[in-house]
């Protein structure tokens, strides 16, 4: 028994209503293909039994073709997907394309692989802790200072429009906060969060699409500010602290982890140069540690950011 493999409609709702023709010859890597009134794909134009689609814009606003199995018309399905005027819906794009062709069973993988995702979603935000759902808010430029927990969940995954059961914010969440267990990973969602958490509160600022703590630019995008953190850790380590004396519960438990590595006073100079560095401050680094370091609390001080000890 035959059944629905593929449809093809008109693109616009001009094409619904006006006839329109997809013409079913095209050019391929300099060589031209046929398709047959019967489905049968050949080289070449030609001139009688061509199977072209007309649709009349009343009657006519689809053509669906049937099979006992995909198999059985794969040829006609691949040449129609490749028609440059026809775009797949599940697929990419194609910029002119004036028709689309949707198949059934890539339509229904589709749709499994989304209820998989969105379970997958909603089972880890429903796993979270408070303070994980904020950080959540926070990764995808939210702000929840002012929301209920019961208000984040919601925000996050709404059965209607759940930020994070909508395309690309799914698959962001499970590439990032499901794969936490990556140390690669987890240092860039921590960062980006406490960047935005950063934007939100004031202590890093954004001007003409760059950012900066301070006067000091961390960057463009979120690879250059990682960059910058990579090479300038105590500068990271200013904005975590500067969020844990405003309130924020996953700055404050990081910023208190234990510390016992004692630094030798190599080390100790060579954190100061590099901060010393990292502000731009004029001239060279002072021969006097103390004084150095009186020069960098100052400027911190001057700028709004935690004095370093």
């Known amino acids: 028994?035959?059944?629905?493999?593929a449809v093809i409609r008109p693109k616009g709702v001009n094409h619904v209503k006006q006839a329109v023709t997809l013409t079913a010859t095209y050019n391929i890597r300099g060589k031209e293909i046929t398709l047959t009134s019967h489905g049968d794909v050949r080289q070449g134009n030609i001139d009688?039994?061509?199977g072209d689609i007309r649709f009349d814009g009343s009657l006519t606003t689809e053509s669906k073709i049937f099979a006992q199995s995909f198999d059985d018309v794969e040829d006609q399905i691949d040449f129609w997907s490749n028609h440059p005027m026809v775009e797949n819906v599940n697929s990419e794009p194609k910029p002119n394309s004036r028709f689309t062709i949707e198949i059934f069973e890539d339509t229904k993988a589709k749709k499994r692989a989304k209820t998989v995702s969105v379970n997958k979603v909603v089972s880890s935000v429903y796993g979270m802790s408070e303070?994980?759902?904020k950080d959540v808010m926070y990764f995808f430029k939210q702000d929840p200072r002012e929301m209920s927990d019961d208000d984040i969940t919601l925000v996050l995954v709404d059965i209607v429009d759940g930020l994070l059961l909508r395309?690309?914010?799914?698959t962001r969440f499970l590439e990032t906060f499901g794969s936490l267990g990556k140390a690669i990973i987890a240092e860039r969602v921590e960062m980006l969060v406490y960047v935005n958490k950063g934007i939100a509160t004031?202590?890093?600022?954004?001007d003409a699409d760059k950012f900066y703590i301070g006067d000091v630019l961390i960057g463009k995008d979120e690879d250059d500010i990682a960059l910058f953190f990579k090479d300038n850790p105590q500068m990271y380590d200013n904005l975590v602290r500067s969020l844990a004396k405003g309130g924020d519960e996953t700055a404050y438990n990081d910023a208190n982890e234990?510390?016992?590595?004692l630094e030798t006073p190599f080390a100790v100079k060579m954190k100061w140069e590099k901060l010393y560095k990292s502000y731009k401050m004029k001239g060279k680094f002072p021969n006097s540690l103390e004084h150095a370091i009186e020069r960098i609390n100052a400027y911190e001080k001057e700028n709004g950011m935690r004095i370093t000890k």
């Open 258 to 261: 234990d510390t016992s590595d």
């Open 131 to 133: 303070a994980e759902r």
């Open 167 to 170: 395309e690309p914010n799914t």
């Open 1 to 5: 028994m035959e059944r629905e493999i």
């Open 48 to 50: 009688e039994g061509r």
């Open 202 to 206: 004031g202590f890093v600022t954004e």
